[in-house]
């Protein structure tokens, strides 16, 4: 199921939460929504849930508005919450039963899809205890498991993998990488390595506005703009390389890392590579290039360069 968002705001009082923003996620794409906190993340989300009504704007499920459908749309979407709503004096499979039932699964299915969440989930070691037994990570197993019970269409899930170990984490993320073939599913996180690991594009929100949308890939080339190269040349005296460096046609800004080991940050003319160039410099002065490694602007460095303010 695709989701169209066309001008979606949310004010309270004098704030908007959400500004304006417009996007889409397609059908077996996983989107990953990033922002600090209060950026207006968890305000979007539980407004394409339903759980809170938009002040103005359209979001639109499989062509149909969620304003006017609310109830046979919401049958198709499975949402986990950022603070996971549990019922902790309730054994793990009773609570999902209990959420297959409120999820209107047949109720000859519900073995087969609870023990089908328990095996997904990894909570087979787990399952005869009560919530209230369980480590923060194994609830968050639990959240993620009552999203899934319905096997809806589309996932929301609200900072999914917090509270879980790094083995637990790598489970989870591979989890959701198969379910987002077939589903739709926007992932919200801190972690951006996880984000890398997992999400088809990046949509990063701030002060209620959308401040980018592409892949890391596009990210980065548009935050960096022109090929940075990391190159280490021996065999030739270090102002004399420096000084070539600089008169290539090619390079825009030569800086000098390491002076001992001769180790260069060269950032080439936009749209040019200064590769092949710094090669044939080298052959013609009988230099020895030892080290030539493309350096890309990292995720992090993005993120806090578009929400700082």
Known sequence: MDIVINNLTKTYGPQKAVDGISFNVKTGEILGFLGPNGAGKTTTMKILTNYIKATSGEVTIDGKLVSENADELKKHIGYLPEHNPLYLEMPIMDYLWFCAELQGVHKS????????????????AEKHKKIGELSKGYRQRVGIAQAMIHDPQILILDEPTTGLDPNQIVEIRELIKKLGEEKTVILSTHILPEVEATCDRILIINNGKIVADGTSATLRKQAQGSEVLQVRIEDGQLDAVFQGLQQLYSTEVVDIKNREKQLFEIQSVKEVSSAKEIFKLCVKNGWTLLEMTPLETKLEDIFRDLTLN
């Open 109 to 124: 299915n519900i073995p087969g899809r609870m023990g089908e969440m328990i095996r997904l989930c990894g909570l087979n």
